[in-house]
């Protein structure tokens, strides 16, 4: 599976036209034309807070990536649409993602739009892990076999750890940037997460120094389920 990562910048004061437009103009007919918008979430705290979304759409493989691409360019409707969303719009970011090797697996099928509204909605962290030159294996090793368990604990559930296919941090032979999904049920239990991680030595040690002399950088975010996020 392949997946379009996408943060949408809005204007100053019109993220809620932005997102009115989009689900009422865009929403359905992007997913008509041959794929499935999975997650979809303002920015609650962090970077963009108040004026950005980030959404992940799923495709089966990147030529029906490409072939989405041509059916919306080819629907002389979605032109009108543009016009009305544009204008609520600074900038838009994509990247195409594979799930990393050791990933936690994301469903193939997913509900009805008009079924998303009853589920139950939590809070993300999402965290761009940018990874140093040359130590990818290195990362990815110690990340799934220390940090992730370390990290699996007080309420915390990975959804998906990502590599960067096409986007930033992109190679010709693989990805120094990850992208890394968690879900928690409110943002008390997120709380309850941090704090776990100051209060154990151990992980507090494996977090600020073994881990970080293979990044780079992170960039994090909480981000709030939009009201048809299928991933709640």
């Known amino acids: 599976m392949i997946y379009q990562h996408r943060c949408i910048i809005a204007r100053g004061g019109r993220l809620e036209r932005r997102n009115e437009v989009f689900q009422r103009e865009m929403l359905a007919a992007l997913d008509d034309h041959g794929s499935v918008l999975l997650g979809a979430w303002e920015v609650w705290v962090g970077p963009e807070a108040g004026t950005a979304v980030w959404q992940l759409r799923q495709f089966d493989s990147l030529s029906a990536w490409e072939t989405h691409q041509d059916r919306v360019r080819e629907d002389r409707a979605h032109s009108g649409r543009q016009r009305q969303l544009y204008p609520n719009l600074d900038a838009v970011d994509t990247a195409l993602l594979v799930p990393a090797d050791r990933s936690p697996s994301l469903p193939r099928e997913w509900p009805e739009l008009a079924r998303v509204p009853e589920m ?21 090793d110690l990340y799934h076999d220390e940090v992730l368990p ?11 750890w990502f590599d960067t296919l096409v986007g930033p941090g992109s190679l010709n032979a693989g990805s120094h940037r990850s992208v890394e999904l968690r879900r928690f049920d409110d943002l008390a239990a997120w709380q309850r997460w941090r704090q776990a991680q100051d209060d154990d030595p151990a992980v ?29």
């Open 204 to 232: 507090r040690t494996l977090l600020r120094t073994r881990w970080p002399a293979l990044v780079e950088r992170v960039d994090s975010v909480l981000l709030r389920p939009m009201s048809y996020s299928r991933l709640r």
């Open 120 to 140: 139950p909605r939590g809070v993300y962290e999402q965290r761009l892990i940018h990874i140093r030159p040359g130590a990818v294996a290195d990362h990815h």
């Open 150 to 160: 370390a990290l699996a604990r007080h309420g915390s559930r990975l959804v998906a």
